[in-house]
Every structure is written in structure tokens, then in C-alpha cells.
């Protein structure tokens, strides 16, 4: 058994949220309790919000885009991107700096690189660019016929479209994808219709263990909460049950995973079980595929037993770059973003491009 599909089960038994309210024998000490409790929740977990570590949000729409479930029906997809600006709205680095582009796992969204973003452009002083949208089905991103396909193709496709509509031809590209989203940019990447990709990073996904992983990921979705009282509530769950391990990291990330019901509680956005007719194809031939990217490649991992036989092959021969964050989770761009953020920017400085000086006549 894989230690990521270990980590999976040591969650199966989430505690539920009835455990997270003290009881009291008498009702009035009770009532002074959950009093006390909802302050010291407001105050320890209370949401962040996205312009803390994001400079602009976008929502553009992407036109011609055909859904295959609806054979040969066009329609456009609204999607909500979220990107960090290099420098002033106006600077020429914006439309010539490398850019980042990072997509999310299933059930996450943008919100989750929202410190490692803030940290890249820290670390590069502004050089370099961070592009975090929702997928659809995911955030604040909408469909106007079908919300539900979330075959690899599609995804594939709408992540080609995103950068094509938002990155000048002439940026360089560094591909990020977590879990799922590590799935796509490689998919993406191996399909070699983006141009100057410099490097894709997949964290946290190896195609042995998440295959493995699999058979048990029915049972942990249905022993998460269905819902919540509120966001303080629904953050504290996430790190009491270590699915996030950074206070700062869930207060941002957490809160857009949610929607308002109308009894006034707070719902899963993403059905993940509706998912689950994508998950095989998903992970299957991830290896390969980004093994045969046809770029500079990094996979972070939270474990060294996460790796399964031909990457272990392929990381002895020196194909791709191992970084391995052990104090971190799953989500280890939330658990750890300030080392995510530096792995990252050293990958993408050890491998930019040489831009040569014109040749001059003599």
C-alpha cells in the first residue's frame, strides 16, 4: 500500500463535526460556551480574501468551445482567472515576463497556490508572472450548458485555450499541476500544442500510487461533512483533520471551496463523486506522458515511497528533477509554500531560456 493511500486511510475516520463543540451539563454555561466558541473561531480562522495575495481576478469567456458530451454543440465557457500581475498594469514584463501557470486538483481551486504565487513573485522580484484559474466545475468558474465533463481532454483543452487567450506567444511558459491538474499539464504538455513551455512541475501525483489510491476515494468523500455552520467551521475542520496543515494556507483556500445552501449552511461547491467515471483516465499513463513531455520536468513529492517503478527508473537516469517536502501533505503548495515557491523558481531559473545577443556585421 502506497503511504499516500495510507495518509487517505488515516483520514477515512474524519472526526465529525459534532466533535468539534464542547458540551455542557448546564444549558446557560452551554449557551455561554457556543458564544465563546463562534468568537474564537471568527477570530483564529477567519477567511482570507483573494486580493491578499492576488493582484487582479479576470473572468474571460473562451468562445468555440465544443463540449464532446453534447456531440457537436458550440458554446463558451466562462472561466474565472486568477493572476498575479509581474509588475504595473502597464510595465512591458507583462506581456514578456516568464509566467507560471498553475492548475488546480479536483475538488480545489486557484485559492490553493494563492501563498506560493505571492512567495514567486517575491522571490523573482516581480520577474515572473503566477496565472491560477478554477477549473470548471470548480470556484467561481461557470458553464453555460455542461458543468459535469471533466474528461482529460476536456480539461486538456480548456487549460490550451485559457493560456492561449491570456499569454503572449512570445512568454515563456512553466506548467504547474497538483494531483489532477498535474495530469492535465502533462497531457498538455505532451501534446506539444503550446509553445515555449520551458517546464512543467507536477506535486504531489505518480500514476502508481494515485491508481492505487483509487479503489478507497469513495469512502473518504463520504466521510467528509456534507456541510457547514460557516467558514471558520469548515477551516477548522480542514486542519484538525490534517487535509490542510497551514492555518493562513486553509483560511484562503478553504472558503471558495464552498457555496451557500438554502437553509443557510455551506455546501461542497464540486461533487466529487460525479467525478468518479474520470478518475481511471485521469492518472492512467501519467508516467509516460510526462516522461515524454518534451521539457525540463520536476515532480515534488510529499514521500519517496510515492514513486512508483519506471519513474524510479527514469529519476535514476536523471530524466526529471525529485524534490521531496516531508513535512508537508498532500497539499504541500499549501503546507509548505514557501519551499514550493523556491523549488519552483530555482527549476524555472536552471532552466530559462539563453536569449543570444543579435549577431552584429563587421
Not at 493572476?83 to 475538488?107: D, Q, W, Y
Not at 478553504?254 to 483516465?281: M, R, S, V, Y
Amino acid at each position: 500500500m502506497s503511504s499516500l493511500q495510507k495518509e487517505m486511510f488515516k483520514k477515512s475516520a474524519l472526526p465529525p463535526l459534532d466533535s468539534l463543540r464542547e458540551h455542557e451539563n448546564d444549558s446557560n454555561e452551554e449557551q455561554h460556551s457556543d458564544i465563546t466558541r463562534r468568537t474564537y473561531l471568527n477570530d483564529k480562522y477567519s477567511p482570507s480574501q483573494w486580493n491578499d495575495y492576488f493582484e487582479e481576478s479576470l473572468d474571460i469567456t473562451i468562445p468555440n468551445t465544443r463540449d464532446i458530451s453534447f456531440l457537436l454543440l458550440y458554446y463558451c465557457t466562462n472561466i474565472t482567472i486568477m493572476t498575479i500581475c509581474l509588475s504595473l498594469t502597464n510595465s512591458p514584463n507583462r506581456e514578456s515576463g516568464p509566467t507560471f501557470v498553475m492548475h488546480h486538483g479536483a475538488g480545489s481551486s486557484a485559492l490553493t497556490f494563492g501563498l506560493v504565487a505571492s512567495h514567486i513573485k517575491e522571490l523573482t522580484q516581480g520577474e515572473c508572472g503566477v496565472i491560477a484559474f478554477d477549473c470548471r466545475g470548480h470556484g467561481a468558474s461557470k458553464t453555460t450548458i455542461f458543468d459535469s465533463d471533466f474528461s482529460l481532454e476536456t480539461l486538456t483543452t480548456d487549460l490550451i485555450h485559457i493560456i492561449n487567450e491570456t499569454i503572449h506567444e512570445d512568454q515563456d511558459i512553466i506548467l504547474i499541476g497538483h494531483s489532477m491538474g498535474g495530469s492535465v499539464i502533462a497531457n498538455a504538455a505532451c501534446q506539444r500544442k503550446l509553445k515555449n513551455v520551458t517546464g512543467i512541475a507536477v506535486l504531489d501525483v505518480v500514476e502508481g500510487s494515485a491508481m492505487d489510491a483509487l479503489s478507497s476515494m469513495t469512502k473518504i468523500l463520504n466521510s467528509r461533512p456534507k456541510t457547514f455552520t460557516s467558514y471558520e467551521q469548515a477551516i477548522e475542520w480542514s486542519l484538525r483533520t490534517d487535509t490542510v496543515r497551514n492555518r493562513s494556507s486553509a483560511c484562503l483556500s478553504i472558503p471558495a471551496l464552498l457555496e451557500p445552501t438554502l437553509n443557510n449552511k455551506l455546501k461542497w461547491i464540486t461533487d466529487l463523486i460525479k467525478t468518479q467515471p474520470f478518475w481511471t483516465e485521469w492518472f492512467e499513463g501519467l508516467s509516460e506522458k510526462f516522461l515524454n513531455s518534451g521539457t525540463a520536468k520536476l515532480l515534488m513529492l510529499a514521500g519517496t515511497d510515492r514513486l512508483d517503478k519506471p519513474l524510479t527508473i527514469a529519476q535514476m537516469q536523471g530524466k526529471f528533477q525529485l524534490s521531496i517536502l516531508p513535512d508537508a501533505g498532500h497539499f504541500l503548495q499549501e503546507d509548505s509554500p514557501l519551499m514550493t515557491a523556491d523549488c519552483l523558481v530555482e527549476f524555472w531559473k536552471r532552466n530559462q531560456r539563453l536569449v543570444l545577443p543579435p549577431k552584429v556585421k563587421i
